[in-house]
């Protein structure tokens, strides 16, 4: 039953994920259109649900039930992510594919060790976000956080697992390849989440 409900808030995470895609996919301006991902990060840590790329920033900090919910939340995000596809598919918004399409390609076109570190340096954008969030004293402080972690991976171009499944869903570009480039990229993700915090927990102690 515990599963279950992780499987579910990982699912709406993957869909606030998702949503951020749309707004993003839908704005001429790559700035503008990073700085209203965030509502994807913002929803998610504002309303708890399981993201694989902030839980995994804190494996390291918890049991190894903790640790074997990890794929749980991954395929929840999947669903997640793939769900706000469909719902957009059946709107007139369906023209953003054809952006999702264009992402996609460049990630199918891309190397696995590119895909790898632009993957590891997304989750130390989300780890500072996710972080800060989590930990800093000022209210304001909580949500710029937030703000600059999403606007940071996106603008520097990093990989984000659970956006990139959105990207595939929306394109309808599933493949071997694309499957084979989602699971580097959460490699990435995750040697990246947890780099930081092994590294300050080394530091402080």
């Given at each position: 039953?515990?599963l279950l409900k992780v499987f579910l808030s990982a699912v709406l995470a993957g869909l606030s994920i998702g949503l951020g895609g749309v707004a993003f996919l839908s704005l001429?301006?790559?700035?503008?259109?990073?700085?209203?991902?965030?509502?994807?990060?913002?929803?998610?840590?504002?309303?708890?649900?399981?993201?694989?790329?902030?839980?995994?920033?804190?494996?390291?900090?918890?049991?190894?039930?903790?640790?074997?919910?990890?794929?749980?939340?991954?395929?929840?995000?999947?669903?997640?992510?793939?769900?706000?596809?469909?719902?957009?598919?059946?709107?007139?918004?369906?023209?953003?594919?054809?952006?999702?399409?264009?992402?996609?390609?460049?990630?199918?076109?891309?190397?696995?060790?590119?895909?790898?570190?632009?993957?590891?340096?997304?989750?130390?954008?989300?780890?500072?976000?996710?972080?800060?969030?989590?930990?800093?004293?000022?209210?304001?402080?909580?949500?710029?956080?937030?703000?600059?972690?999403?606007?940071?991976?996106?603008?520097?171009?990093?990989?984000?697992?659970?956006?990139?499944?959105?990207?595939?869903?929306?394109?309808?570009?599933?493949?071997?390849?694309?499957?084979?480039?989602?699971?580097?990229?959460?490699?990435?993700?995750?040697?990246?989440?947890?780099?930081?915090?092994?590294?300050?927990?080394?530091?402080?102690?």
């Amino acid at each position: 039953m515990k599963l279950l409900k992780v499987f579910l808030s990982a699912v709406l995470a993957g869909l606030s994920i998702g949503l951020g895609g749309v707004a993003f996919l839908s704005l001429e301006s790559k700035v503008i259109g990073a700085a209203v991902f965030t509502v994807g990060l913002f929803t998610v840590c504002t309303m708890g649900f399981h993201l694989y790329t902030g839980k995994v920033c804190y494996a390291f900090d918890n049991d190894a039930a903790y640790a074997k919910s990890l794929p749980v939340i991954w395929l929840g995000n999947l669903c997640g992510a793939g769900l706000t596809a469909f719902f957009v598919r059946m709107t007139r918004n369906a023209a953003i594919a054809e952006k999702a399409m264009a992402l996609c390609s460049a990630k199918l076109d891309d190397s696995l060790v590119s895909l790898f570190f632009l993957g590891l340096l997304c989750n130390i954008f989300i780890y500072i976000a996710v972080e800060g969030y989590k930990n800093n004293p000022h209210e304001a402080g909580k949500y710029l956080s937030l703000f600059f972690g999403v606007m940071g991976f996106i603008l520097c171009g990093t990989e984000h697992c659970v956006a990139d499944m959105f990207y595939f869903w929306m394109a309808g570009a599933w493949s071997i390849q694309a499957i084979l480039r989602i699971l580097v990229i959460t490699l990435g993700n995750s040697v990246g989440g947890i780099l930081l915090p092994l590294c300050r927990k080394y530091i402080n102690h």
